[in-house]
T-cell receptor, first 116, second 112 residues
Framework: KAGVTQTPRYLIKTRGQQVTLSCSPI?????VSWYQQTPGQGLQFLFE?????QRNKGNFPGRFSGRQFSNSRSEMNVSTLELGDSALYLC?????WGQGASYEQYFGPGTRLTVT | QKEVEQNSGPLSVPEGAIASLNCTYS??????FFWYRQYSGKSPELIMS????GDKEDGRFTAQLNKASQYVSLLIRDSQPSDSATYLC????????????FGTGTKLQVIP
């Protein structure tokens, strides 16, 4: 079974631009979570999607947004990029959501975003 | 107080020894606990999950959970240089609207 895939793997953008990152979960997984990882802050939760609905949201500004499609693929968008947005963005998929669901998450390789 | 706390390390152990990694969490109603391994430049990979008090063994890895003490640990027996990585503890509360929170990780160095 194929793992979680993320595109693009590397991205260089300029301050003020916007960026869209894509994530395809493991086949059969319906929940997708996004994380930002930086050396100083570790893994920070951005949001979680299940059945095309955002179920959880972390403490990030509104410039960070996401969506999920009917095939469970997900995208996240960052508008008006700032230097501090430079990070590794990780997508993780899991089987389900809600009480009793397995929250074992499987991570994609990540997208390395550099903002100059 | 951080929600999930880990000693950043580095924790250095000789090859063949037992490595003990610890994690404490603040949310008493947390229900699901996970250990991930992350090699430098790579994404985290799930080692194991634990949901009930006690020990859970998988090969050379043993996870231990004590909900009363809000403490979860990971033991690695017969440590190998290939085990050198950062180990992340993750905790999830009860119910769907509780996110998974990660600790900042403990860096493990296994010395040949």
């Amino acid at each position: 079974k194929a793992g979680v895939t993320q595109t693009p793997r590397y991205l260089i953008k300029t301050r003020g631009q916007q960026v869209t990152l894509s994530c395809s979960p493991i086949s059969g997984h319906r929940s997708v979570s996004w994380y930002q990882q930086t050396p100083g802050q570790g893994l920070q939760f951005l949001f979680e999607y299940f059945s095309e609905t955002q179920r959880n949201k972390g403490n990030f500004p509104g410039r960070f947004s996401g969506r999920q499609f009917s095939n469970s693929r997900s995208e996240m968008n960052v508008s008006t990029l700032e230097l501090g947005d430079s990070a590794l963005y990780l997508c993780a998929s899991s089987l389900g959501w809600g009480q009793g669901a397995s929250y074992e998450q499987y991570f994609g390789p990540g997208t390395r975003l550099t903002v100059t | 107080q951080k929600e999930v706390e880990q000693n950043s390390g580095p924790l250095s152990v000789p090859e063949g020894a037992i490595a003990s990694l610890n994690c404490t969490y603040s949310d008493r109603v947390s229900q699901s606990f996970f250990w991930y391994r992350q090699y430098s430049g790579k994404s985290p990979e799930l080692i194991m999950s634990i949901y009930s008090n006690g020990d859970k063994e998988d090969g050379r890895f043993t996870a231990q959970l004590n909900k009363a003490s809000q403490y979860v640990s990971l033991l690695i027996r017969d440590s190998q240089p290939s085990d050198s990585a950062t180990y992340l503890c993750a905790v999830k509360g009860s119910g769907g609207y509780q996110k998974v929170t990660f600790g900042t990780g403990t860096k493990l160095q296994v010395i040949p």
